[in-house]
């Protein structure tokens, strides 16, 4: 469960002090974990089935600051998964340096109550396959 994107830094994604805003990384992580959505598991049936994917938390460790016109490259993994709760782990480059580390969890949640529900076995599977390639 990987994916990368790339960003381009836009004008209004530049705060007072000349980089870009924290608010831009929030949307950037909603990008990222939209793209693994659409990759792993679209939300159109995750709806049809009655359950929405939530975040619960999101940390970021600001790094080095972008600059307008900087090329970011932002890539998103799962870590560890549980039976309801799945930590989504990203950072965010400049060539080689790392310039924002983030770790986002999230739940699935029916649509219903609003209560956590368990991860979708389809996410699940995919998520120990790929645990099992990495030899953990």
Sequence with gaps: MFVELEFAVR??????AGHVSNISYIRWLEDLRNAVLEEYYP???AMES?????LSRTDISYRS???LFEPVVGRMW???AGAV??????TFTVGDR?????????VFASMETGRPVRIPPEILTVYR???MMLGG
Excluded at 11 to 16: A, L
Excluded at 85 to 90: G, N, P, T
Excluded at 98 to 106: D, L, S, Y
Aim: overall charge negative; glycine content about 10%; hydrophobic content about 40%.
């Design 98 to 106: 790392v310039c924002a580390e983030a770790v986002q969890q999230g």
């Design 78 to 80: 799962a870590g560890k």
């Design 50 to 54: 009655g359950i929405m994917p939530t």
């Design 129 to 131: 396959a790929q645990q």
């Design 85 to 90: 709760r799945i930590d989504l782990h990203a």
């Design 11 to 16: 004008t209004y994604d530049i705060d007072f």
């Design 43 to 45: 939300i159109g049936p």
């Design 65 to 67: 600051p972008i600059l």
